[in-house]
């Protein structure tokens, strides 16, 4: 069925910025939230990022302000800019897609996720 694809991570600096994209392919859901989470070491998978189809959106406490969340349907592609880096956000990044319109409904599909990570 549908698969998503992550790309973009990378190796970034404290205060660095990054794009991450995922890609969306084989029989794509419409009407679908999708969403970034995201998982560091020792740490639980997190919700980083959520939007509607219809481009709602919702940010975890940790990144608003600084990240934003995006989507273009027509491109089936889903994107996560992110800006004023911290060295917290190194984690491995997973796109997802949900089961129902709402970010609350069970995640249907996952990325295989993408890392960032800090310099050093």
């Known amino acids: 069925q549908v ?3 992550e790309s973009g991570g990378g190796l970034v600096q404290p205060g660095g910025s990054l794009r991450l994209s995922c890609a969306a392919s084989g029989y794509i859901f419409t009407g679908k939230a999708m969403g970034w989470y995201r998982q560091a070491p020792g740490k639980q998978r ?3 990022a959520a ?3 219809g481009g709602s959106t919702q940010y975890a406490d940790s990144v608003k302000g600084r990240f934003t969340i995006s989507r273009d349907n027509g491109k ?4 996560l800019q992110m800006n004023s880096l911290k060295l917290e956000d190194a984690a491995v990044y997973y796109c997802s897609m949900y089961s129902r319109s709402d970010w609350y409904s069970r995640v249907d599909y996952w990325g295989k996720g993408t890392l960032v990570t800090g310099s050093s």
Not at 76 to 79: G, I, K, L, P
Request: hydrophobic letters at 45%; a negative charge.
């Open 3 to 5: 698969q998503l694809v």
């Open 46 to 48: 997190e919700l980083v």
């Open 51 to 53: 939007i509607t189809t």
């Open 76 to 79: 089936n592609t889903m994107y």
